[in-house]
């Protein structure tokens, strides 16, 4: 075995210490998920699950736990339990005996592929190296990592929670806004908002800035992408705004100075209604999914409800505090975030050693519990 000058552990390209069990499995079509079931259907998308099945037959055939990474979505998933492949795209990785699932997982958290559009990535995850300390070693980081991960994703469940309570507030003003069971007025899209994309300049995922004078916001997951200096570039539109990820389907309440960024951002500003109230509605419509298509035109085929003023407002009076409540969340999401960073790089550049574990990873693992709460 080689090893490298940045970890003193020996390595191997991953494609000499994985099997590639994707062939030959039973794979379901989107069309076949089912909404609830015994058994998750794991594809290349954001979520871990993108639906469910009841057929055992269809379950994948191999050694669990497994790593799965997503061909074209470069998604990185460990899966420790029955389970189906879902659609095209998805790489069901089986560690040798020498390399754990677990290890194999943080290290390809630390240690991406690059992005390289839509097209396939699998080429370009065989070339990296992966590092392979003694299994024992492998077990002791696994376990601090998984700590720290655990609060990452308490975190995580509280800000779900909180959506679902958004939610709930709006279904008890309103009702469903998809079927509209309280019979308000209606509006087709191009009544309901204008489309302000063109009020700035668009900034290209690689000009993106680490920090700068102004965020960059894109259709990604998160709420900021990256900065840039030119504040003349930005968006120069009256706020808020409603950000669509024609992609993505995801929606983003605007309500500070911004950068447009990339392809396949859609900037809707409302006409008569209020933009908070606009918000909430826009999340709970149901906007079906085409893959990587472009889903604007799904938009131009839904109907969007129009109460009265007073009423939009008794939501926008909610969401605007839960807001506030968001912000101070997202701050120690971004603390947690940092620390589990801090221990993941240690891991794999050799410095979470069992004299730094003694002194230092209770302490990070206790600064990041508090910050968890």
């Excluded at 079509?29 to 954001?46: C, H, L, N």
């Excluded at 668009?202 to 259709?219: A, F, M, N, T």
């Excluded at 999340?283 to 035109?297: A, N, Q």
């Excluded at 969007?304 to 969401?319: G, H, M, N, T, V």
């Amino acid at each position: 075995m080689k090893s490298t000058t940045s970890i003193p552990w020996q390595s191997e390209l991953i494609e000499s210490v994985v099997t590639d069990r994707t062939g030959g499995q039973v794979k379901i079509p989107r069309s076949e998920y089912e909404i609830t079931g015994a058994f998750p259907v794991i594809d290349q998308g954001k979520e871990y699950s993108a639906g469910f099945t009841t057929d055992e037959s269809k379950l994948y055939r191999g050694q669990i736990p497994l790593v799965l990474f997503g061909d074209h979505t470069r998604e990185i998933k460990f899966v420790n339990q029955p389970f189906a492949l879902g659609a095209d795209g998805v790489k069901a990785l089986e560690p040798k005996p020498f390399l754990t699932a677990k290890f194999l997982y943080y290290y390809l958290l630390k240690s991406p592929v690059e992005a390289r559009g839509y097209s396939r990535h699998f080429k370009y995850l065989k070339e990296k190296r992966v590092p392979l300390p003694p299994l024992p070693e492998q077990h002791r980081i696994v376990e601090i990592l998984d700590q720290a991960d655990t609060l990452r994703q308490q975190r995580r469940e509280a800000d779900q929670l909180s959506q679902k309570m958004l939610s709930a507030i709006f279904n008890e003003i309103f009702g469903d806004p998809n079927s509209n069971e309280r019979k308000w007025p209606i509006l087709p899209l191009d009544e309901a908002f204008d489309d302000v994309s063109r009020l700035g300049n668009k900034i290209p995922r690689s000009h993106y800035l680490v920090s700068g004078e102004i965020p960059v916001v894109d259709q990604g997951q998160d709420e900021i992408a990256g900065y840039w200096n030119e504040v003349g570039d930005a968006y120069h539109g009256q706020l808020p705004v409603i950000l669509f990820g024609d992609h993505t389907r995801i929606f983003k309440l605007l309500d500070y100075p911004f950068c447009i960024g990339a392809d396949g951002v859609r900037l809707l500003r409302p006409k008569t209604m209020d933009c908070h109230f606009a918000f909430g509605l826009l999340t709970l419509l149901d906007v079906p999914s085409r893959g990587y298509s472009r889903h604007f035109k799904e938009l131009r085929s839904l109907a969007y409800i129009d109460p009265p003023p007073d009423q939009q407002e008794r939501f926008s009076k909610a969401l605007a505090e839960a807001r506030k409540l968001s912000a101070k969340a997202n701050t120690s999401a971004a603390t947690l975030e940092t620390l589990f960073q801090t221990l993941l790089h240690r891991a794999f550049d050799g410095s979470l050693t069992a004299k730094w574990r003694e002194g230092h990873a209770k302490e990070v693992l206790q600064e990041m519990e508090r910050t968890a709460r």
